[in-house]
Nanobody, 114 residues
C-alpha cells in the first residue's frame, strides 16, 4: 500500500517562498510519473506540475516560472519549490501519481496573504 505524506506548508506573505515535500512510501518514485495538485477554496483539485519518470517536467501556466518540482530518488521524496507566491496560490497542496492516483494524503495548507 502506498502512503503519501505532504509537508512544508504554512502562511507566507506575497512574494515569499515555500518548499513543499512529499514523502512516498510503498512504491519507487523513479518508476512513477508524479504530480503536485492543489485545491483552492471553492474549487476542484487541479494538477499543476508533472514530473515524469524520465525526469521531464511540465507546469500549468499559472505556476510556470515560479514553481519547480524535483525529486530525490534515494530518499523517495518529491519536492515543490514555490517562489513569488501570490494570494491566488492559497490552497491545500497534494502529491500523487499522475496516471492512476494512489490514495490521497492529507495535503499541506499554503496560505498567502499580507
Amino acid at each position: 500500500q502506498v502512503h503519501l505524506v505532504e509537508s512544508g506548508g504554512g502562511w507566507v506573505q506575497p512574494g515569499e517562498s515555500l518548499r513543499l515535500s512529499c514523502e512516498v512510501a510503498g512504491t519507487n518514485l523513479s518508476t512513477n510519473a508524479m504530480g503536485w495538485y492543489r485545491q483552492r477554496p471553492g474549487n476542484q483539485r487541479e494538477l499543476i506540475t508533472q514530473l515524469w519518470s524520465s525526469g521531464t517536467t511540465t507546469y500549468v501556466d499559472s505556476v510556470k516560472g515560479r514553481f519547480t518540482t524535483s525529486r530525490d530518488i534515494a530518499k523517495n521524496r518529491l519536492f515543490l519549490q514555490m517562489n513569488s507566491l501570490k494570494p491566488d496560490d492559497t490552497a491545500v497542496y497534494y502529491c500523487n501519481r499522475i496516471v492512476g492516483n494512489f490514495a490521497w494524503g492529507q495535503g499541506t495548507q499554503v496560505t498567502v496573504s499580507a
